[in-house]
């Protein structure tokens, strides 16, 4: 039997992507390029940077129009392959 997931969203759409990991130069630049990489005819609309309390992990907030559940779906496993990725929301 075959499950097939239906998807709360309604594409495309915007789509907030929340990604903390460790501050340091090396993070921005890979989950940046695991972006890229997705996002073949457009770029984020808009990018968000928040340093923690002490300055030892940093939060992007990428914003960005969504073409399909399958693209967010290789993103969140791409990011969550990468070292310095902590969480992604």
Do not use: W
């Given at each position: 039997?075959?499950?097939?997931?239906?998807?709360?969203?309604?594409?495309?759409?915007?789509f907030?992507l929340?990604?903390?990991?460790?501050?340091?130069?090396?993070?921005?630049?890979?989950?940046?390029?695991?972006?890229?990489?997705?996002?073949?005819n457009?770029?984020?609309?808009?990018?968000?940077?928040?340093?923690?309390?002490?300055?030892?992990?940093?939060?992007?907030?990428?914003?960005?129009?969504?073409?399909?559940q399958?693209?967010?779906?290789?993103?969140?496993?791409?990011?969550?392959?990468?070292?310095?990725?902590?969480?992604?929301?």
């Amino acid at each position: 039997m075959t499950e097939t997931r239906q998807s709360l969203l309604e594409f495309p759409c915007s789509f907030p992507l929340k990604v903390i990991g460790k501050n340091v130069e090396a993070f921005e630049f890979e989950v940046m390029g695991v972006m890229l990489k997705y996002l073949t005819n457009a770029t984020p609309t808009h990018c968000t940077r928040r340093l923690s309390a002490g300055e030892k992990y940093l939060a992007l907030t990428i914003s960005f129009m969504a073409e399909s559940q399958e693209q967010l779906d290789a993103i969140y496993q791409d990011l969550s392959r990468l070292e310095l990725v902590l969480y992604t929301l």
